[in-house]
């Protein structure tokens, strides 16, 4: 598993006292780790730090709300981490 | 300071964008209805306006910072410290530093004294959202304008 889903699952496990083990690449963060929207928020807040990103939550959520997007598309751990790999790279170059 | 209508803030005194910090000062009234009942015959400050003195001081934060494009709404409190008792006419001293801009939500750390001494502190967590309408904007701009925010920072 790759590193920003070690460090993205930790984050969740200590931000939300989900068992570190529950949390696994094909975990929905809302669906199957059953994390609210203001736990979501320390979530998000704990990853801009770590990665010194800014996750664009908003545009996410409106993607979804429009249906434009499902939320397996960004709340699947292992899409959320690849968009943070995504925004990551987009950030360094 | 009107206790009973949220009016947390007297004044607006700074507002750094570089380093993302507000101060503001109030004095806590000499007689309000709150007091009546927290506590009859002790009249004390109760800790939860001390929480929202700390929110409003910091939402101002968040508006300034932001341009006014969002408004920010108290979402969680964190470590949140009341230190000390406050008496009716205390003068009171806010200082809010943003810690993080987040997309559609904001962090703070706040805190307030009174003459030197620290009264509260508390990590500050905001949902910033929409305008529900253009009057809400415009009162929120109004407000802070009349609290002594610099016009550089309230656009028009």
Same mark, same amino acid.
């Given at each position: 598993?790759?590193?920003?889903?070690?460090?993205?699952?930790?984050?969740?496990?200590?931000?939300?006292?989900?068992?570190?083990?529950?949390?696994?690449?094909?975990?929905?963060?809302?669906?199957?780790?059953?994390?609210?929207?203001?736990?979501?928020?320390?979530?998000?807040?704990?990853?801009?730090?770590?990665?010194?990103?800014?996750?664009?939550?908003?545009?996410?959520?409106?993607?979804?709300?429009?249906?434009?997007?499902?939320?397996?598309?960004?709340?699947?751990?292992?899409?959320?981490?690849?968009?943070?790999?995504?925004?990551?790279?987009?950030?360094?170059? | 300071?009107?206790?009973?209508?949220?009016?947390?803030?007297?004044?607006?005194?700074?507002?750094?964008?570089?380093?993302?910090?507000?101060?503001?000062?109030?004095?806590?009234?000499?007689?309000?209805?709150?007091?009546?009942?927290?506590?009859?015959?002790?009249?004390?400050?109760?800790?939860?306006?001390?929480?929202?003195?700390?929110?409003?001081?910091?939402?101002?934060?968040?508006?300034?910072?932001?341009?006014?494009?969002?408004?920010?709404?108290?979402?969680?409190?964190?470590?949140?410290?009341?230190?000390?008792?406050?008496?009716?006419? @205390?003068?009171?001293?806010?200082?809010?530093?943003?810690?993080?801009?987040?997309?559609?939500?904001?962090?703070?750390?706040?805190?307030?004294?009174?003459?030197?001494?620290?009264?509260?502190?508390?990590?500050? @967590?905001?949902? @910033?959202?929409?305008?529900? @309408?253009?009057?809400?904007?415009?009162?929120?701009?109004?407000?802070?304008?009349?609290?002594?925010?610099?016009?550089?920072?309230?656009?028009?």
């Amino acid at each position: 598993m790759s590193d920003t889903f070690d460090k993205v699952a930790d984050i969740i496990s200590e931000t939300s006292e989900i068992p570190r083990e529950d949390i696994t690449p094909d975990s929905h963060t809302i669906d199957d780790l059953g994390i609210d929207s203001l736990d979501f928020l320390d979530i998000v807040f704990a990853i801009d730090k770590e990665f010194g990103i800014k996750i664009p939550l908003e545009s996410w959520t409106q993607e979804v709300n429009d249906g434009n997007a499902s939320t397996e598309e960004y709340f699947v751990m292992k899409n959320l981490c690849g968009k943070i790999d995504d925004l990551i790279k987009a950030n360094s170059a | 300071m009107q206790l009973e209508y949220f009016q947390m803030i007297d004044k607006i005194n700074s507002y750094d964008p570089v380093e993302r910090k507000l101060a503001a000062s109030s004095k806590v009234p000499q007689e309000s209805p709150i007091f009546e009942g927290h506590f009859p015959g002790h009249p004390l400050m109760p800790g939860v306006l001390l929480i929202e003195t700390m929110a409003q001081t910091s939402g101002y934060l968040v508006l300034a910072t932001t341009g006014f494009e969002q408004m920010p709404f108290l979402a969680g409190v964190k470590e949140g410290k009341l230190r000390t008792f406050v008496a009716p006419e @205390t003068p009171l001293e806010m200082e809010a530093v943003m810690v993080h801009d987040g997309s559609g939500f904001a962090i703070t750390k706040a805190s307030i004294k009174s003459e030197g001494k620290k009264i509260c502190d508390a990590q500050l @967590t905001f949902k @910033t959202l929409p305008w529900q @309408t253009e009057d809400f904007s415009a009162m929120m701009k109004k407000q802070a304008l009349e609290m002594g925010m610099k016009a550089e920072f309230v656009p028009s």
